[in-house]
């Protein structure tokens, strides 16, 4: 089993800047990759931002120029840099990580989600 627990958010003013982390533990024998999505009341979880193994990065439109995705990979540990946030992105944030428990067990594993509150 995989435990993933995110941790930061809150409230901030449009403009502002927070950060999240994702911290993930348990029997992983591989991690494949750690994701950032995101939903908001009302509309479907959206992905925001990927990093995988290997070091490759992907985010959604809307937040390319403003978030930044990091992993530290001997901490199991992802990261989302948000700045110059909007009201839009008001959301829970949810991290996702894609596992091998084992040579041949693979899964997404989700964490709780963190609230992310953007006024202004």
């Known amino acids: 089993q995989v435990h993933v627990v995110e941790s930061g958010g809150g409230l901030a003013q449009a403009g502002g800047s927070l950060s999240l982390s994702c911290a993930a533990s348990g029997m992983i024998f591989r991690i494949i990759s750690m994701s950032w999505y995101r939903q908001a009341p009302g509309s479907q979880r959206e992905l925001v931002a990927t990093?995988?193994?290997?070091?490759?990065?992907t985010y959604e439109d809307s937040v390319k120029g403003r978030f930044t995705i990091s992993k530290d990979n001997g901490a199991n540990t992802a990261y989302l840099s948000m700045n110059s946030l909007k009201p839009e992105d008001t959301a829970v944030y949810y991290c996702s990580v894609r596992a091998y428990t084992s040579y041949v067990s693979f899964d997404e594993y989700w964490g709780q989600g963190t609230q992310v509150t953007v006024s202004g």
């Open positions: 990093v995988n193994a290997g070091g490759g990065i």
